[in-house]
């Protein structure tokens, strides 16, 4: 589908900026978009202004960054949450990954992403200064290192590991190992090595 | 991911907005909100704008009921189209798909559906009227029906034919058979049939 054909330039528009994001093709975009236009005007505006007041008024909690209508985000405000638990994310996906678990109490971190030298990111470019802060504070007594399990994950870890090693805090890391439901034969060796190394007293669930 | 785990309802809304877009699921629809978020405020709100502007203002071609951001689409108020030849196709797309062969010079009708009892689609929610109408002024010369290949499809062609049955004009259908670069071996049966029933005198290309 060549842009040339749109009748409309007003289509031709919209298809080109849902084709701007990641995974939409050309006629993904099109689908959507004709999708769009049977809705009533209302509820394409809706649409519209859902995405322009998200951009516009949305907010990164002052304490863990992550991503909030308020200053100070409702894991954060929440009395209930252990705040001498830390666990470090990449991003606010990986927050709600977690907080869909229900395993964890504590609060949360968000770094902003993971070094990479590769692509330009060291350090400066994540929220680092801001975790020292809070680890410097001495209310700390854990953190838990959730980043994925990648170099620049490990890279980041390691970084971390000997940023925060100068104050009195536990510093922990998500076990690594075979995941629930794989099987054996198709698990990468280095995982299965890993879990071999990290075995565990076996016990009745 | 469940609704509840969400720190923004900002970005519950966009999500959810995007969510109820055909064939994007909720994982999906998380993933091109934080696309958007990553944009400068300007992009996002050009995207939301772009989506608004198009139900507002787009219109539909007085004569075939394209698409269009004019009273009469570009493809009619082009001088160099043979206005005696009208094809008659289901929905845009269908315009842009046969405009993309470049192999056509004549001007369209868009029914905006085909005839699905099942569906509650009966001839008079169709643009039926205004296809007789044009038809009615003695300008047209050649119909040709470019449906969908189903019996929806069929059934409108039919009820086309002899509904114009009593206008001097004449009506052609597109031709069925094997598609080009399809295997003989996996083309269903009815479909080769018909290409056996219509066959053609070998010429080069």
Redesign the interface.
């Known amino acids: 589908?060549?842009n040339s054909?749109?009748?409309?330039?007003?289509?031709e528009?919209?298809v080109?900026?849902f084709a701007?994001?990641?995974?939409?093709g050309r006629k993904?975009a099109?689908?959507?978009?004709?999708?769009?236009?049977r809705?009533s005007?209302e509820e394409?505006?809706?649409?519209?202004?859902?995405?322009?007041?998200?951009?516009?008024?949305?907010r990164y909690?002052e304490h863990c960054n992550?991503?909030?209508?308020t200053e100070i985000?409702?894991?954060c405000a929440n009395p209930k949450r252990d705040r001498t638990t830390i666990c470090v994310v990449e991003?606010?996906?990986d927050?709600?990954a977690i907080?869909?678990t229900n395993q964890y109490k504590g609060v949360y971190h968000v770094l902003g992403g993971v070094i990479s030298p590769i692509d330009g990111i060291g350090p400066s470019d994540l929220k680092i200064d801001t975790l020292e802060a809070r680890v410097g504070t001495g209310e700390v007594k854990e953190i838990i290192f959730a980043l994925s399990t990648t170099m620049e994950g490990d890279t980041t870890n390691y970084y971390l590991y000997k940023k925060l090693g100068k104050y009195d805090v536990l510093m922990t890391i998500l076990a690594r190992g075979v995941a629930v439901g794989d099987e054996l034969e198709y698990t990468d060796e280095i995982t299965l090595g890993r879990a071999l190394n990290n075995r565990n007293p076996y016990r009745q669930l």
């Open positions: 589908m060549t054909n749109f009748s409309s330039r007003l289509l528009n919209a080109n900026e701007s994001l990641p995974g939409i993904t099109f689908r959507l978009v004709m999708n769009l236009l809705r005007p394409t505006r809706r649409f519209g202004e859902s995405i322009i007041k998200l951009r516009e008024e949305i909690c992550n991503i909030s209508d985000c409702d894991i991003n606010v996906q927050v709600m907080e869909n």
